[in-house]
């Protein structure tokens, strides 16, 4: 799949996010599951609520909640930790020391490294709060 394949793909994605219709967003996702990998797909979920969170948050607490399938889930909740953990290591944190990642992929964060990380507000639309990584 190239470029232009996947800005088209993620654009129907969004639609479908934006439409809250279940069986459009889950034949698409089976569809994109034909074409890549688990990662790959995760990654055109981030792309799609990247671009629809802008315009309808709501649309995205849906999408979490009834579009993503469990492993597409799980591969999102990784390239946060990921990121996270980079992004503290950037920052001079230490491994272990400072932060952690335990058996159920909770990232544990001492007081510094949590604020050094974290937005200040942290609620989300109409007052709720969503993570798509556990942060303790």
Aim: some cysteine.
């Amino acid at each position: 799949m190239n470029c232009l394949d996947l800005e088209i793909e993620i654009g129907k994605m969004t639609g479908a996010m934006m439409t809250r219709n279940p069986q459009i967003g889950k034949d698409l996702i089976s569809h994109l599951r034909t074409q890549l990998t688990v990662g790959a797909v995760a990654g055109v979920m981030i792309v799609s609520i990247e671009r629809v969170i802008w315009f309808d948050t709501d649309a995205v607490f849906w999408t979490m909640e009834y579009l993503i399938p469990t492993d597409v889930m799980h591969e999102i909740k990784k390239t946060f930790l990921l990121y996270f953990y980079k992004r503290l290591i950037s920052k001079g944190f230490i491994p272990g020391t400072d932060f952690s990642v335990d058996a159920d992929d909770k990232l544990l964060l001492n007081t510094q490294a949590k604020a050094a990380i974290l937005p200040k507000r942290g609620v989300g639309s109409r007052g709720r709060k969503t993570c798509l990584v556990t942060l303790h």
